[in-house]
């Protein structure tokens, strides 16, 4: 059974009410998504791949560039390029799509420590800063908790024919691996991802998914813990851009707790599910 103590998948306003319940103590406020202007596309013609920083999808805030850590497209082939990053932006950068398969773009961010504090009013707030930080930032407030963010996201472009039979794995610290390729993503199937933390199979982790246009924005219209195996099976029910998102928590090391309570890791893998 997953943390909100469900046995299968949730839809619509469950899943988000269900979401809505933990985010005060699982989840950040914002998470980091790859995303790009087509996940569909042919050899020979030009993409644009950008950064996705909030809730509201496909864009919602821009951010910092010294806040990433890594930005790269692989192709299908094996080779990598490093993408731009400038200012405080969507981190927009235009590739060339010259080769048929699946390309992945990847992103992380550097760790960061945030703090919710419930100030005088009774409000909480969310601050960029370590517990005893965030004390002297937020006067007369009190610490709710306080975390380490590690965030990790992806995006799965597929160029003309692609027939990989599954997707590759980036070796990411906290990562979301479609078992299926791009051939079997097509609306009413069942897609199958393994959660991975640290290279090792990550059991009974909430796994969310939702698609491009659905409402409210801070919900998610399927939910599901993976399997022993850290295998969940998403239903696709229908064509568009879908996001994928994981989340795992940990208590943070004794010696880091005066500065923060929880180590807290996001992945989130986007993909185009065809009709």
């Known amino acids: ?23 005060s103590t699982a989840a950040p406020a914002h998470e980091i998504k790859v995303m790009a202007s087509r996940l569909v596309t042919e050899p020979g013609s030009r993409d644009t791949v950008y950064l996705s920083w909030g809730h509201i999808l496909p864009i919602d805030l821009p951010i ?5 850590k890594d930005y790269r497209l692989h192709t299908p082939s094996g080779s990598v ?8 932006s969507l981190h927009a950068n235009e590739v060339r799509v010259e080769e048929e398969g699946l390309y ?4 992380t961010r550097h760790p960061s420590v945030y703090t919710v504090v419930v ?18 930032q937020v006067e007369g407030g009190t610490i709710d908790y306080s975390a380490r963010s ?9 160029s003309g024919d692609a027939h990989e039979e599954a997707t590759r794995t980036l070796g990411h610290e906290f990562e979301i691996v479609p078992l299926d390729g791009p051939e079997s993503w097509t609306a009413g199937a069942d897609l199958r ?17 939702r698609f491009i246009g659905f409402k409210p924005d801070l919900a998610w219209c399927f939910a599901i813990p993976t399997d022993n195996d850290g295998i969940a099976t998403i239903r696709l029910d229908r064509a568009g851009t879908w996001v994928i998102r994981a989340q795992k928590t940990l208590p943070a090391a004794e010696e880091d707790r005066s500065q923060f309570d929880v180590e807290s890791f996001t992945a989130t893998v986007a993909l185009e599910v065809l009709p």
């Open 1 to 23: 059974m997953g943390r909100f103590g469900w046995r299968g998948p949730v839809w619509g306003a469950c899943a988000a009410s269900m979401l809505l319940m933990g985010a």
């Open 64 to 68: 910092e560039a010294e806040a990433i």
């Open 81 to 88: 390029s490093y993408l731009a990053t400038e200012g405080y």
């Open 104 to 107: 992945t773009a990847e992103a």
């Open 119 to 136: 100030d005088e009013h009774g409000q909480h707030r969310h601050v960029m800063a370590t517990k005893p930080e965030a004390r002297a």
């Open 150 to 158: 590690h965030q990790f996201a992806k995006a799965l472009l597929i």
């Open 193 to 209: 991802v393994r959660v991975l933390f640290r290279g090792e199979p990550a059991a009974r982790q909430d796994v969310f998914a």
